[in-house]
């Protein structure tokens, strides 16, 4: 195994390992359910690298947690400009939370965010679950300005 592949293993363990868990295995009580978003993948082919749009929810309360832009990178290393877009979701306990949103357009090969626009933006928004919903993180990503917020899965947006 190559030294590289060694340390990029490894790295993942450890923000893998970092991640906080937001509901036991063993808990009861009533949950929703969160999914993460992407939008506007684009092959890049031979001489560009892929891209696509991620909306996530990265933290609650603080606490990083797993999620679909940390699932994207880990499964498109070692891949250079080619991209596996990962989806993402989690069970949530029904309780009022304090979550860090995150769009960007992301591009697995770094240097492809020194010559390309990536958009970012992050939002700190408090959110209130309601047990049996499901939620999921969208986004509008441009020039005219970025945003990013989290609605039920019928459209309605429950974070401003």
Not at 101 to 114: D, F, H, K, N, Q
Not at 125 to 132: D, S
Request: charged letters at 25%; a positive charge; hydrophobic letters at 40%.
């Amino acid at each position: 195994m190559k030294r590289r592949d060694l340390l990029a293993g490894l790295c993942v363990v450890l923000v893998a390992g970092c991640a906080a868990k937001l509901v036991p295995d063993d808990y009861a009580g009533a949950t929703a359910v969160v999914k993460d978003s992407n939008a506007n993948f684009v092959s890049g082919g031979f001489f560009k690298s892929d891209k696509a749009e991620i909306f996530s929810m990265v933290k609650v309360d603080g606490k990083p947690i797993d999620n679909a832009l940390s699932r994207t990178a880990s499964a498109s290393e070692g891949l250079g400009m080619g991209m596996r877009v990962r989806e993402h979701e989690r069970r949530v306990p029904i309780k009022p939370m304090t979550v860090e949103l995150l769009g960007l357009v992301y591009y697995p090969a770094p240097i492809s965010t020194l010559f390309n626009p990536t958009y970012e933006t992050r939002r700190t928004v408090k959110f209130n679950p309601e047990a049996g919903e499901t939620y999921v993180v969208r986004g509008r990503l441009g020039k005219s300005g970025s945003s990013v917020w989290i609605e039920t899965s019928g459209g309605q947006r429950v974070t401003q």
